[in-house]
């Protein structure tokens, strides 16, 4: 490179790579959605968009004929010479090599729109003598012209002046007011073509690039000049991608060496994505005030550095801060001093400490202490990096910080040393109010890639902490908006609700028929209803070996309903059991056992009743409405054997079923064994599963009888039993709809008329499944609340 009559040599690549040209990727993204929502608005709301298109046209629509045409042909003449104009603007900035990527925005973007279901269709202008209007009118209603319009000038764009590039879009979107005022509507195609040819140039710019990419590095060398630094050489440190492009800059003078970092627009708009999506995600008190300007965030990283500088606290010193061409900024600074912390003896960690301690009787929070960023020079403690260093830092952020930092030294020098070296040196209060962010979201990515194994020391030092604070528990701070699970819990509600519209969208009528409802058999179903709770608690609680309180253990349970309901297959029940188990003292692996043998005797409770109510109703129930077809059986036998046949010949699946599976359905077989040697807990289990069933069925068979009845309690129980067991595989959240349309089914199936049916099930489905979950997430908050899961 030549810079003002001298030669700089430049090591490594400048430029950046495809996946981290963040303007260029937004552009497409967004080009992407137009077509989506151009489409859609053409092909489900068109009629709607048309009467509105109308109405503006009437109101608009104050040209008289002759007027119009004029206004027709001036701005068709102007649109017809818009690409021409682009290719004088082209050759006179001598973008030779731009001209390849203008025909190709053009020839796609014509190409694509040309495509018809019997191959090609070529464009049909044709000139009329003395109809130069009627000419021109065919190009403003062309699809393929305004798509290549749109291509070329998108591609054209970055390499042109301000000005005439916004002369040309607002001359090429002008289009829309224009047959407004001329015309009834603004052609759907016309819009169609506009958006493809947005996003036919959006992805040449993305892939062959803009005048951003160019590096200004001339202009640095300049800058630092100015400063009294001659560079003599540039080396690339770290590409341009997610963070800044690093350069280290040889120069003329005491310090020898610099170290650049330039920002270009790509890691503008990373950063304000970045922010948007903490501002989004993190609450207010958690996230820093947002930077107007890329200028802006550049200077408060350089302004940062010279306040830690004052303290003797920074690891380098700022020398120039400076706006580049095309749109780059230059933050230079010094060498970092000192040695990296990984060099360290373990004996010195405490200095570490106090230099962080220092920091924040600074006001300052670092916001990002990877061990990258921390040095020890001459007994000191430097820092650097800071990028997401705040001044007047609030409590909460200096405990961010030392969380971070726990993390990072309990990576090196083990969890002992880091957890006593922040006692010593903060004090155990300040250390156990900052254990409780040691978790994931207050980690930040560069830290979490900076250090290995960054979760396993993340645990090791909020167990260390609980330990040499004496402390039995150390509860998560919750820093987001939203935590993983009420946003699972969020959508698994949202796809509830989507499930059971067809049933919502009957509730008018259920409610109507509800007033032929006799009361006292609808608070019997309730009643009875609620007698598995009673049940399930007492099943699990006996398997349990009576670890913990039988009574927080009903309550659970419609807790237990909530979670089981609102995710398929019932697996957050089986979790939220689990977890109040261990809550209670238990092991997992003792939890995992006893919420497995429940489940494993509830199975075989269930199948048992299922053969005495079948044996008990004789003839007049009539099994082979739920026995399925012979082809279904055959298929799904032999779906069984291809399972069966892929976990024994798969090694990974193989050794899953050794190592995981084999030894719980061990522990199970050993617990059923000792049931049977202890017939008191045996009993108490089994009648606690059978509750369970018996109330189900029971809770129906009031709901029918409710509605004037017509069955017996024991073709009832046949088909809850059935009807549930085949709707439980459905894997909508609670079986919602399958359910549903089973027992209706069922019901229907042994004669039980449809009017009766209907509001039974849906009645029946109010008291088991509705009234237990709106109960069940202030029960599961409560018990969140004392600890309890």
């Not at 903060?426 to 560069?446: D, E, H, N, T």
Request: glycine residues 8%.
């Amino acid at each position: 490179m030549r810079v003002d009559g001298r030669e700089i040599p430049v090591t490594g690549n400048l430029l950046q790579p495809l996946i981290r040209r963040t303007s260029d990727i937004v552009r497409v993204v967004l080009a992407a959605l137009w077509v989506g929502v151009v489409i859609a608005a053409s092909l489900i709301t068109r009629p709607e968009w048309l009467q509105l298109e109308k109405s503006l046209s009437n109101i608009v629509g104050f040209l008289e004929p002759e007027q119009s045409n004029l206004v027709y042909l001036v701005y068709g003449m102007a649109i017809v010479a818009l690409p021409f104009a682009i290719l004088i603007e082209l050759i006179i900035g001598r973008q030779w090599k731009l001209l390849a990527g203008y025909a190709a925005a053009g020839l796609i973007a014509g190409l694509l729109l040309s495509i018809t279901g019997t191959g090609l269709s070529a464009p049909k202008w044709h000139f009329e003598p003395n109809r130069l209007d009627t000419f021109l009118s065919q190009f403003l209603d062309d699809p393929r012209w305004i798509a290549m319009l749109a291509a070329v000038l998108t591609v054209s764009s970055p390499w042109l002046p301000n000005r005439p590039r916004r002369y040309l879009w607002f001359l090429l979107l002008a289009f829309a007011p224009i047959h407004l005022v001329v015309s009834t509507v603004v052609p759907a195609r016309a819009m169609f073509g506009l958006a493809v040819g947005w996003l036919v140039g959006a992805i040449l710019v993305w892939l062959v690039g803009t005048p951003a990419l160019e590096v200004p590095l001339d202009a640095a060398a300049r800058v630092l000049a100015k400063r009294g630094h001659t560079v003599t050489r540039f080396t690339v440190v770290h590409p341009a991608g997610r963070g800044p492009l690093v350069l280290a800059a040889a120069i003329d003078g005491p310090e020898r060496e610099l170290v650049i970092e330039l920002y270009g627009k790509n890691q503008r708009s990373f950063g304000a994505l970045r922010q948007l999506w903490r501002w989004l995600t993190f609450r207010a008190s958690e996230t820093a005030a947002l930077h107007g300007s890329m200028h802006r965030a550049v200077e408060h990283r350089a302004l940062i550095t010279i306040a830690v500088g004052d303290l003797g606290l920074a690891s380098s010193t700022s020398v120039a801060v400076a706006a580049l061409d095309r749109g780059w900024m230059m933050h230079a600074h010094t060498m970092p001093k000192g040695a990296p912390l990984t060099e360290l003896p373990a004996e010195q960690l405490t200095q570490v400490w106090t230099g962080l301690r220092a920091l924040h009787d600074g006001q300052i929070s670092h916001g990002d202490l990877r061990p990258t960023e921390i040095r020890i020079d001459n007994g000191s403690t430097l820092f650097g990096g800071f990028a997401s260093s705040e001044y007047g830092a609030s409590a909460k952020q200096q405990q961010s910080d030392i969380a971070q930092l726990l993390v990072s030294t309990t990576a090196i020098f083990g969890k002992e040393a880091a957890v006593r070296a922040a006692i010593e040196s903060l004090g155990a209060q300040a250390v156990l109010a900052a254990a409780s962010r040691l978790i994931k979201s207050a980690m930040p990515v560069g830290l979490r890639r900076s250090v290995p194994e960054w979760k396993h020391a993340l645990s090791e030092a909020r167990d260390e902490v609980r330990k040499q604070t004496g402390q039995d528990r150390i509860q998560a701070e919750q820093i987001t908006r939203f935590t993983r699970n009420q946003i699972i819990q969020l959508v698994l509600l949202i796809g509830l609700v989507y499930v059971a519209y067809p049933f919502i969208s009957a509730v008018p009528t259920f409610f109507t028929q509800l007033k032929s409802a006799n009361w006292w058999w609808a608070l019997l179903g309730l009643a009875v209803s609620s007698l598995t709770y009673v049940g399930a608690a007492a099943a699990l609680w006996a398997c349990a070996s009576g670890a913990v309180s039988f009574r927080n253990l009903v309550i659970m349970q419609i807790a237990n309903t909530f979670a089981a309901t609102t995710t398929p297959a019932r697996v957050g029940g089986l979790a939220l059991s689990v977890r109040f188990l261990q809550k209670g003292g238990i092991g997992a692996v003792r939890a995992t056992a006893a919420v497995a043998l429940q489940q494993a005797v509830q199975v075989i409770t269930h199948l048992s009743l299922l053969a005495v109510f079948s044996v008990a109703a004789g003839t007049s129930a009539n099994l082979s409405h739920f026995v399925p077809d012979p082809t279904v059986l055959y298929l799904l036998a032999g779906v069984g054997v291809g399972i069966i046949g892929t976990f024994m010949f798969v090694p990974t699946l193989r050794r899953w079923l050794n190592n995981s599976v084999r030894p719980q359905l061990q522990e199970v077989l050993g617990e059923l064994g000792q049931l049977a040697r202890d017939p008191k807990r045996f009993s108490v289990i089994i009648l606690g599963c059978a509750a369970i069933t018996l109330g189900m069925a029971g809770a129906l068979w009031a709901s029918v009888e409710a509605f004037g009845g017509g069955t017996t309690f024991v073709t009832v129980t046949i088909v809850t039993m059935i009807g549930g067991t085949l709707a439980s595989a459905a894997p909508t959240p609670g079986g919602v709809g399958a359910v549903e349309a089973a027992l209706i089914g069922g019901l229907a199936a042994f004669g039980l008329p449809a009017n009766i049916a209907v509001p039974s099930v849906l009645l029946y489905r109010v008291l088991t499944c509705w009234l237990p979950v709106f109960c069940g997430w202030p029960t599961m908050r409560w018990l969140a609340s004392k600890d309890m899961i």
